[in-house]
């Protein structure tokens, strides 16, 4: 079964707005991490943002906001003020603490294009 | 520091050919891992490494080695390569397993013929 299902194969922005990527999940395991990386087309995996399942509140790394939705098992990504240095692909990532706190699940991505 | 290195950055090898991916770091990090990525799909994880000595299987692992002799290098080497491996491969590192950023290496292209 799919972990982390990632519906946007594509999404474009124009600069200066805000976007949500979407990311849904599926575990029963109540402890577990949720990540969000970067990657530019340069390739390298960037670290952008971790929600933990049990954090009452939803993460925010300076532009970068995590929207928490447990009840309904999402995970989207927001990015608010796009910027031109955003366009890459965005993977949504799972960890499960309880049946492999060392194994990070990865979505297919989804690829951000921002616009002048 | 350099981070986490990986080399070759590129490679072509032939169907029954090995070789060794090589990946260092320099941050002294325990956990240690690696992952390839196809078109369309995620990463995956291959193999990953608690600590030196300490080694366990991936999601498709199948077709891979790995040891971990010291704390700074994870090669992973492919015993007789096949085109379904071609791919993308990271290298990734953390300090700790539980550590919530994983920090990745540029990567290594692998096209098998």
């Known amino acids: 079964a799919q972990k982390i299902t990632q519906t946007q194969p594509g999404m474009f922005v124009q600069e200066k707005e805000a976007v949500t990527l979407d990311c849904t999940y599926d575990?029963?395991?109540?402890?577990?991490?949720l990540f969000w990386y970067k990657q530019p087309s340069s390739g390298e995996m960037i670290f952008l943002i971790y929600?933990?399942?049990?954090?009452?509140q939803n993460a925010t790394e300076g532009r970068y906001s995590l929207n928490f939705q447990k009840a309904r098992k999402s995970a989207n990504l927001v990015i608010s003020a796009s910027q031109l240095g955003d366009s890459a692909m965005y993977f949504c990532?799972?960890?499960?603490?309880?049946?492999?706190?060392?194994?990070?699940?990865f979505g297919t991505g989804t690829r951000l294009l921002v616009s002048p | 520091n350099a981070g986490v290195t990986q080399t070759p950055k590129f490679q072509v090898l032939k169907t029954g050919q090995s070789m060794t991916l090589q990946c260092a770091q320099d941050?002294?990090?325990?956990?240690m891992s690696w992952y390839r990525q196809d078109p369309g799909m995620g990463l995956r994880l291959i193999h990953y490494?608690?600590?030196?000595?300490?080694?366990d299987q991936g999601e498709v692992p199948n077709g891979y080695n790995v040891s971990r002799s010291t704390t700074e290098d994870f090669p992973l080497r492919l015993l007789s390569a096949a085109p379904s491996q071609t791919s993308v491969y990271f290298c990734?590192?953390?300090?700790?397993?539980?550590?919530?950023?994983?920090?990745f290496g540029p990567g290594t292209r692998l096209t098998v013929l």
């Open positions: 575990t029963s395991d109540p402890s577990y991490g």
């Open positions: 990532a799972m960890r499960e603490v309880n049946t492999g706190f060392q194994k990070l699940v």
């Open positions: 990734a590192s953390s300090r700790r397993a539980r550590d919530n950023e994983q920090f």
């Open positions: 490494s608690v600590g030196a000595g300490i080694t």
């Open positions: 941050m002294n990090h325990e956990y």
């Open positions: 929600q933990g399942s049990y954090d009452q």
